[in-house]
């Protein structure tokens, strides 16, 4: 699938800015994978060393050119600073869908860059054509994950008994969406 061109510019939301991924960014990725439930969800392995981490980098800077959508750094906007990662993934956008995906670097959590990061993302989603509707698959124990979805005005669907693949077992998912008012499919 051919994807709309990469944003000319940083997408910027309070204090965060979602860039391009790039190499100065594997120490950031270093960090997700010290978390026990990023390495889970997506190709990042477990405490990964420089060199997993830099496979990870390549292959985040490839996913808009494979279309499978748009990968992107979050970053403080004060310093460029890379602080965790989102992306808008598009393999349903045929059928009017994108999903979204977030994670902060374990030290930059609490501090609202995750609903700032999605607002960013979201706003650049309805950019997108043909987009309708963005999801979130989000397992009903991320009461921190819920509540970013909430606090960016994401609303809750439905649970998804036995959803979604993770760490190697199916997972329930609460979906989480918005949905594109009073537009009609550009």
């Known amino acids: 699938m051919t994807l709309p061109p990469w944003p000319a510019e940083a997408l910027v939301s309070g204090q965060v800015l979602l860039r391009a991924v790039d190499a100065r960014d594997v ?13 889970q969800t997506g190709s990042l392995p477990g405490d990964a060393t420089m060199q997993e981490a830099s496979d990870w980098v390549e292959r985040q800077q490839g996913r808009h050119a494979e279309g499978a959508g748009f990968s992107f750094t979050i970053a403080r906007r004060t310093d460029d600073f890379a602080i965790g ?34 607002a960013a993302l979201t706003e650049f989603g309805w950019t997108v ?34 959803r979604q693949l993770v760490g190697g077992e199916r997972r329930d998912m609460i979906l989480y969406s918005s949905v594109r008012r009073g537009h009609s499919t550009r």
């Open 27 to 39: 120490a950031m990725a270093r960090q997700l994978s010290t978390d026990p439930y990023v390495p």
């Open 85 to 118: 990662h989102c992306g808008l993934w598009l393999k349903e956008l045929n059928e009017g869908r994108a999903s979204a995906g977030y994670a902060l670097a374990p030290s930059e959590r609490g501090c609202g860059y995750a609903a700032e990061a999605l």
């Open 129 to 162: 054509r043909g987009v309708q509707r963005i999801d979130l698959f989000i397992e009903p124990w991320n009461i921190a994950s819920i509540r970013t979805a909430e606090r960016t005005g994401y609303v809750r669907e439905e649970l998804l008994v036995s």
